[in-house]
Each structure stands twice: as C-alpha cells, then as structure tokens.
C-alpha cells in the first residue's frame, strides 16, 4: 500500500450511503462494520466529527427526562440543569434563558414540527398513492411518481 493510500482519510459518510444502498439497515451492524474497516489511527479524527451529534442527543434526552422529574440529576429545580439549543446563540440552561430565547426557542421548534408534520402529509400521500394505483409496495410506484408525492 502506498504512503498516500495510508493517508487519505476514512470516507465513513460514503461508507455508510454503499451500506445503505446494498440493503442494510441495521445501524448496529453498519457500525460494527464500519468500526472494522476504519483505520486505527483515524478513529479519533472520525470520533470528533461523529461525537457531537451523539452528546446533542444525549443533552436533549437527558433535559427531557429532568423536564419530566426523573433523570440522574441531584438537583430538585430541573430549571439549573435542562438544557436547549437557542438558535443564534448555542446550548443554554434553562435557567440562563430570558424571555426572547424562550421565544426563539418556541419559534423554532415550531419550525421542527411543520417540517415533520409536512412530512407526515407526504407519507400519508405516499400510502394512498400505492393503493390507488393498486401496487404492493412503494417500489412498484415509477420513480417520477414517487418524486412528485414527497416533494
């Protein structure tokens, strides 16, 4: 293998899009593959892209069980420990948050919701279209078909 071969970083996003094109799902088992294939000394490079998406997750999670009484926190106000994301202005605590970034926050997670309630009416429109044109599956729809209903 040549020295420039060794270097060229692990393209992990192209991994997983050639996973997902074959058929698999499963995202445990394209990890554990994706961890074998990756080499060791890019690991910690990888982990710094990929890590940040996980601890956003995790801060939600963990502000949402506080948010519902329960969590693994010591302190009785959930207020000094939830934690959001405040367009425009990062990760906060709750109780740094003044009434406009309560406001931005309101705005933008209606946002999130019209945009996941849009794609609910696609979907919706996908399931009639396959019965209307009396196909099993979405993979017996023509591809213009499929692209119209989920623009």
Request: overall charge neutral; proline content about 4%.
């Amino acid at each position: 293998m040549s020295a420039a071969r060794e270097t060229m970083p692990f393209d992990w996003k192209n991994f997983v899009s050639s996973e997902i094109s074959r058929g698999r799902l499963d995202p445990h088992a394209i990890a554990k593959k994706m961890v074998k294939a990756i080499p060791a000394h890019q690991l910690r490079e990888i982990l710094a892209e990929v890590l940040p998406d996980f601890i956003r997750d995790e801060i939600s999670r963990m502000s949402r069980e506080v948010a519902r009484g329960g969590g693994a926190t010591k302190s009785t106000r959930w207020s000094e420990t939830a934690v959001e994301f405040v367009p425009g202005k990062g990760y906060m605590r709750m109780e740094e948050m003044t009434a406009e970034d309560c406001d931005t926050i309101a705005e933008y997670r209606a946002q999130q919701a019209a945009d996941v309630l849009a794609w609910a009416h696609r979907w919706k429109a996908l399931g009639a279209k396959v019965r209307e044109l009396g196909v099993a599956t979405v993979g017996g729809l023509a591809p213009d078909v499929i692209a119209e209903v989920m623009k």
